[in-house]
């Protein structure tokens, strides 16, 4: 007997209504609430300064909770509740875990991070230190979501086993019931996509073309792509970068371009081979290294003064004693810091976009930590910040570093600028020295010359005249501050034994990013033509001191970054020839000939010309410069563009597909 039409449509009604009900069951709001309230606690843990939760990083949560728990709403009721559950569990996993790091490292879990396992092991018996009672908050709900799944799947496979009967029946008599729920499912679950999708990539683009402005194309610190993405939106970010610059577009290198590669950096290990005969390779064979990184630090103050004061009086007197290097370059890049680091310790170029610290962190390098600890040194690294800006803890790792000195292992009694004040930072490093078996590398990174430059007024000693209350003047108190520590922390190398053991060097990692160019005039009190004020933004001091002072003068001959670490091996008497490395030594009898330094641009000098390459890449429209009077010459007259673009371009090639790895398989 047929039924009733109208009995089939109230019939049909309800099965639609029950499904909706259902598939919109309490189970997703509460995994929703649930995390957004993890995250939120996870904001107050971390409490970045300048960094906390605003209403854009509410939708952002919001839309990251979207995309990664869409594809639930796929599933059968019981299927979706036990997904939820799971994705919690994993989910609370993830973001404790990046709290833990955080407390030790500054910094997040990162891809690179996992890839290199031996640094979260580093953690070992500090992670008892690391938990907190609070921490149980994260964890507040899983007795309650998992008695919840639970009952749940109970409850619903009873309803199961009882409605088995009609569900056959529905199956036999109505399949279009069955395909409304699949239809209405799939759609759902699309809305919940589509709506975490406009939650995450509109306040993100915002940013992006507002404060956060090139922040994704040349990153320094995961944090701050944590302010833009959250936790969980970082996360993916990471994945999809690695993804994109490891795995899609690591295209295979043909064979016989890595072997021109490889042929091309074995003739410049050539050239550092044939200097092994240079009465000075192994002069200093077992000393000490103290290699100092001085922050935004510039050539043009050395051996100036105003008012009748020098500005840099202790490293006017360290010069006497010392080799002192007046054209020395540095060759940084948009990585910065890094960039400098990257050059001193590993003597490649840096990238033209972000920095090798944070995209090829998982490389392998010929590093100078590294060659230096495979020769019975012991290499350690001090930089009074957090541990994970610039990627530090992750790529140091690599490098060989036996520890990092960061931030946590300092005492902060001396406040000042981005961190500790550089005569405390200083002092207590010598601390760390004179516990150090020795020989030892030791590369320090100062921070109290960082921009915008500004020091308490109770360590204002400079008389800076006119230059007062503007940032030129405050670059300068900040030369002169640095100068003071940089005196005190030679005087502790005396009092500990150490400065007759060791090859002390100093050298300044970039420019001071001051644009107008009056000052620099008034201060120097000359007008600067084009190279001259090239040369003032290039120019980094470069400081070496011997033990017993047996070296001395100005070396007017051109040098860069990539070449302090074959000066350290070619004093110490350690072959680089078989090293990966562009740099040369500087510190020989007899300069190099020929010897050129190139910066990122493409630029050159070799102390008698600049080349500048033409912005459209052509090379007609190229410039050539006298190095001196910033006189327009024949191009003829800069024959080395050509060889500048391939010290990049094999450069780039080695960073980017990891060839040196490949390097030693073909020759171990």
């Not at 509410?58 to 869409?70: D, E, P, Q, W, Y």
């Not at 997904?83 to 875990?97: D, K, S």
């Not at 043009?300 to 020395?328: A, W």
Request: with cysteine.
């Amino acid at each position: 007997m047929a039924r009733p039409l109208t009995s089939m449509a109230k019939r049909g009604m309800r099965a639609s209504l029950e499904g909706f009900e259902r598939i919109k069951a309490i189970d997703v709001v509460i995994f929703f609430v649930l995390m957004m309230m993890k995250l939120i606690i996870f904001d107050r843990f971390v409490d970045v300064p300048n960094m906390a939760m605003n209403v854009d990083d509410v939708f952002v949560a919001l839309g990251t909770i979207g995309l990664v728990s869409f594809w639930t709403l796929l599933l059968p009721p019981r299927g979706r509740t036990v997904a939820l559950v799971v994705l919690n569990l994993l989910l609370t996993f993830v973001i404790y875990a990046d709290l833990i790091y955080f407390r030790y490292f500054q910094d997040l879990i990162s891809v690179p991070v996992l890839l290199q396992a031996g640094q979260v092991g580093e953690l070992g018996e500090s992670i008892s230190t690391l938990v907190s009672w609070a921490d149980l908050s994260l964890f507040f709900d899983w007795p309650f979501i998992i008695a919840f799944a639970v009952s749940i799947f109970v409850r619903r496979r009873d309803e199961h086993d009882s409605a088995a009967a009609i569900t056959v029946q529905a199956v036999r008599t109505g399949k279009r019931l069955i395909w409304r729920k699949m239809i209405f499912r799939v759609s759902l679950s699309l809305i919940v996509f589509a709506t975490g999708l406009t939650l995450v990539f509109v306040p993100v683009n915002i940013a992006k073309k507002t404060w956060a402005a090139g922040l994704f194309s040349g990153n320094w610190w995961n944090l701050s792509l944590y302010n833009v993405t959250g936790v969980l939106g970082f996360h993916g970010y990471d994945a999809y970068k690695y993804t994109k610059e490891n795995i899609l577009h690591n295209e295979t290198v043909p064979s016989e371009r890595i072997a021109e590669a490889k042929e091309w950096f074995e003739q410049r290990g050539a050239v550092r081979g044939a200097l092994e005969s240079d009465p000075l390779f192994g002069a200093y064979k077992g000393s000490n290294v103290i290699l100092i990184q001085l922050e935004a630090f510039q050539n043009f103050v050395i051996g100036r003064s105003i008012n009748g004061q020098e500005v840099t009086p202790n490293m006017n007197k360290l010069v006497q004693e010392s080799l002192y290097f007046d054209r020395f370059y540095h060759q940084t890049s948009g990585g910065r810091t890094s960039d400098a680091d990257l050059a001193a310790n590993i003597s490649l170029q840096p990238l033209q976009s972000g920095s090798v610290f944070i995209r090829y962190a998982q490389n392998q390098f010929d590093s100078l930590p590294r060659t230096l600890k495979d020769n019975g040194y012991t290499p350690n690294a001090y930089h009074a910040y957090n541990g994970g800006f610039w990627n530090r803890n992750t790529m140091y790792n690599g490098m060989g570093y036996d520890y990092f000195y960061n931030k946590k292992d300092f005492a902060m009694d001396e406040p000042l600028g981005w961190s500790l004040g550089d005569t405390s930072f200083f002092s207590q490093s010598v601390s760390y020295m004179e516990k150090q078996k020795q020989p030892f590398y030791s590369f320090l990174i100062s921070l109290s010359s960082h921009h915008p430059f500004e020091i308490p007024e109770s360590y204002q000693t400079l008389d800076v005249g006119e230059f007062q209350g503007t940032i030129f003047g405050n670059y300068l108190e900040a030369a002169h501050y640095v100068d003071q520590s940089l005196g005190k922390m030679i005087e502790q190398l005396k009092a500990a034994g150490l400065w007759d053991t060791s090859i002390f060097m100093f050298y300044g990692d970039h420019d001071n990013s001051i644009n107008d160019w009056a000052p620099f005039e008034t201060f120097l009190g000359k007008k600067l033509n084009e190279v001259e004020r090239y040369n003032i933004l290039k120019q980094v001091p470069l400081v070496v001191h011997v033990p017993g002072g047996q070296l001395t003068g100005t070396h007017p001959e051109v040098g860069g970054q990539l070449d302090l670490a074959p000066t350290i091996l070619h004093l110490l008497g350690i072959s680089s020839k078989d090293k990966y490395m562009l740099g040369t030594p500087l510190v020989t009898e007899k300069p190099l000939a020929d010897k050129r330094v190139v910066i990122r641009s493409g630029a050159y000098t070799d102390g008698n010309v600049w080349y500048f390459p033409s912005g459209d890449g052509l090379e007609e429209n190229s410039r050539c410069l006298d190095a001196t009077t910033g006189e327009p010459l024949d191009t003829g007259a800069c024959p080395a563009g050509s060889d500048a673009r391939l010290e990049l371009v094999m450069s780039d090639l080695v960073i980017e597909h990891d060839l040196i790895r490949e390097f030693r398989k073909r020759n171990p």
